[in-house]
């Protein structure tokens, strides 16, 4: 581990080419996401979550889970019923090399994860405006959707950023369990990046 790297967290699935390749496809994508978010399925559950063939989903949850970023989960179904579960809480970029990499098959998978993410983003905040006046006042109250520009160096946003990205990890520690009263999954997105003068 370099100098400046913060050790990853045991559930974080740090990516490497092999691994990339495996997950950047939109529906092994939108699987993936689905698990972690709503916890274990059957691929038919996944297919009707998502709108999707059981059969496309059944393909896809196996290539998940060749690459590692899904298991079955004995525990559950009966007979020939499969059940999934992700194998990790999350997923983390690998080394600097990898978004820098040459290789048009790695650009490409980079691109397809990167703009699938940004796609989710954008689907998840318009389900919320579309949404938010169902909700109960105190949700109302607790929301936000706001954005700053400022002038940085590469060094300062880093620092910015990784500081933000601790401030969301200390809540992990704080999550409260599905039976909480009035409780509810908070969804973050954090967006950074720089822009031209034009």
Do not use: C
């Amino acid at each position: 581990m370099a100098e400046n790297e913060k050790p990853v967290p045991d559930d974080v699935r740090v990516l490497d080419a092999r691994s990339l390749r495996g997950l950047a496809h939109p529906l092994r994508m939108r699987l993936l996401d689905a698990l972690r978010e709503y916890g274990p399925a059957t691929a038919s559950q996944l297919a009707n979550r998502l709108g999707e063939s059981s059969g496309a989903t059944s393909y896809h949850l196996r290539q998940l889970a060749t690459y590692g970023f899904v298991v079955e989960d004995p525990e559950r179904g009966k007979g020939r019923e499969r059940w999934w579960k992700s194998a990790q809480r999350g997923i983390q970029m690998g080394t600097d090399e990898l978004l820098r990499d040459a290789d048009p098959s790695l650009r490409g998978a980079m691109s397809t994860l990167l703009f699938e993410i940004a796609t989710t983003h954008s689907h998840e905040l318009a389900t919320w405006l579309g949404t938010w006046r169902e909700w109960p006042e105190e949700w109302r109250r607790a929301w936000d959707i706001s954005d700053w520009t400022t002038r940085l160096t590469p060094e300062l946003a880093a620092e910015m950023r990784d500081k933000v990205q601790e401030v969301m990890a200390s809540y992990r520690e704080k999550e409260v369990g599905q039976d909480v009263e009035g409780s509810a999954r908070y969804r973050v997105h954090l967006h950074a990046f720089p822009r031209d003068e034009d």
